[in-house]
């Protein structure tokens, strides 16, 4: 029988050749908006270990050479003497480190007067409004009908430039996707604008990178890139209105909802429209739940409706009183909510 250490030597070549990358990862990224950043970040990184490699050899030749000297000299000579020529150095060193600073200095006005530059023509404008702990997003259009509100994860076109309009409902707060853009922040009573282009489909992890209260770290967003056809599609499905349930349980968990959600939440197609909380139109097909703190399945949603508090401390949802029966019935009417 194999022992555990021969197991995890046999195994050991697929290990090497796993790369775990953490989901906020930012020495690769993957948009126009920030790579200039990246590619800035690994060259200032590099001058600066080259600096400090040429003052280290400096510091060491000059001690190794005092030694040397000292062996030799006469030893009534003071320990301390001017030696001729060496002002050259100083000369010399400083013009390099004058020039290596200039350099540096026109290389980030440069990158940063080209990511602050917003596109002339975006593809899309979407408005987002951060709030303790949570991300309200309003995909804007010239079309009053085909404007939209979602929650949390923000779908857009891959190869196409995005316009993001950012305002805060109460505290400061950051707006950070590190793989397709720096950081942005939110404040109240301001609007601030930046723009991101995600040049790869995929998943894209944010983070609010200001600390904004005890939930500080449970307020997390997604960017999703489609390609342009699968974002025309999800932004079809967006733009419809729920349909009537189809079963008996649905509809009295639609009821339920009316009663004891639905001043705070909204439903694409359902009357009362609350806005204190995120949008719920189509919340079946978003990911997570609670800003990215739980995944988005019947169990977790249950749990989040029936005592927020246990989840997200702090949380500005209040626990609902319900019965187990009834739970499981608006549990059931929010997951036809596709």
């Given at each position: 029988?194999?022992?555990?250490?021969a197991?995890?030597?046999?195994?050991?070549?697929?290990?090497?050749?796993?790369?775990?990358?953490?989901?906020?990862?930012?020495?690769?990224?993957?948009?126009?908006?920030?790579?200039?950043?990246t590619?800035?970040?690994?060259?200032?990184?590099?001058?600066?270990?080259?600096?400090i490699v040429?003052?280290?050899?400096?510091?060491?030749?000059g001690?190794l050479?005092?030694?040397?000297?000292s062996?030799?000299?006469n030893?009534?000579?003071?320990a301390?003497?001017?030696?001729?020529?060496g002002?050259a150095?100083?000369?010399?060193?400083?013009?390099?480190?004058?020039?290596?600073l200039?350099?540096?200095?026109?290389?980030?006005?440069?990158?940063?007067?080209?990511?602050?530059?917003?596109?002339?023509?975006?593809?899309?404008?979407?408005?987002?409004?951060?709030?303790?702990?949570?991300w309200?997003?309003r995909?804007?259009?010239?079309?009053?009908?085909n404007?939209?509100?979602?929650?949390?994860e923000?779908h857009?076109?891959?190869?196409?430039?995005v316009?993001?309009?950012?305002a805060?409902?109460?505290?400061?707060?950051?707006?950070?996707?590190?793989q397709?853009?720096?950081?942005?922040?939110?404040?109240p009573?301001?609007?601030?604008?930046?723009?991101?282009?995600?040049?790869?489909?995929?998943?894209?992890?944010?983070?609010?990178?200001?600390?904004?209260?005890?939930?500080?770290?449970?307020m997390?967003?997604?960017?999703?890139?489609?390609?342009?056809q699968d974002?025309?599609?999800?932004?079809?499905?967006?733009?419809?209105?729920?349909?009537?349930?189809?079963?008996?349980?649905?509809?009295?968990?639609?009821?339920?909802?009316?009663?004891?959600?639905?001043?705070?939440?909204?439903?694409?197609?359902?009357?009362?429209?609350?806005?204190?909380?995120?949008?719920?139109?189509?919340?079946?097909?978003?990911?997570?739940?609670?800003?990215?703190?739980?995944?988005?399945?019947?169990?977790?949603l249950?749990s989040?409706?029936?005592?927020?508090?246990s989840?997200?401390?702090?949380?500005?949802m209040?626990?609902?009183?319900?019965?187990?029966?009834?739970?499981?019935?608006?549990?059931?009417y929010?997951?036809?909510?596709?």
């Amino acid at each position: 029988m194999n022992s555990p250490v021969a197991l995890l030597f046999n195994k050991l070549p697929i290990l090497l050749v796993v790369r775990v990358e953490p989901p906020m990862a930012y020495p690769r990224t993957f948009g126009p908006a920030v790579d200039p950043i990246t590619r800035l970040g690994w060259g200032l990184g590099i001058i600066s270990l080259v600096v400090i490699v040429i003052i280290g050899v400096l510091l060491l030749a000059g001690v190794l050479r005092e030694r040397v000297a000292s062996s030799a000299a006469n030893p009534h000579q003071l320990a301390v003497h001017r030696d001729a020529g060496g002002m050259a150095w100083i000369y010399v060193g400083g013009g390099i480190s004058a020039l290596v600073l200039v350099g540096c200095m026109a290389w980030t006005l440069l990158v940063t007067a080209e990511v602050t530059k917003l596109p002339s023509t975006p593809a899309l404008t979407v408005q987002v409004t951060a709030s303790q702990w949570w991300w309200s997003l309003r995909y804007l259009n010239a079309k009053p009908s085909n404007i939209f509100t979602t929650a949390n994860e923000i779908h857009i076109p891959v190869g196409q430039p995005v316009r993001f309009e950012l305002a805060s409902a109460d505290v400061i707060h950051s707006f950070w996707i590190p793989q397709l853009a720096g950081k942005m922040d939110v404040i109240p009573g301001q609007t601030n604008v930046m723009w991101l282009q995600a040049d790869q489909p995929g998943t894209y992890r944010g983070q609010c990178a200001a600390y904004c209260g005890r939930q500080h770290a449970h307020m997390a967003l997604f960017i999703v890139a489609d390609t342009p056809q699968d974002f025309a599609t999800w932004q079809d499905r967006q733009l419809t209105e729920t349909t009537a349930p189809a079963t008996e349980e649905n509809r009295r968990g639609e009821r339920i909802f009316q009663t004891h959600c639905a001043a705070c939440h909204t439903i694409r197609g359902m009357n009362p429209a609350g806005i204190l909380g995120p949008d719920l139109s189509h919340l079946m097909t978003r990911s997570t739940i609670a800003a990215g703190l739980l995944a988005n399945t019947p169990g977790n949603l249950a749990s989040w409706i029936s005592n927020p508090e246990s989840v997200k401390a702090g949380t500005r949802m209040p626990a609902q009183i319900l019965s187990e029966p009834d739970l499981a019935a608006v549990t059931s009417y929010l997951n036809t909510l596709h």
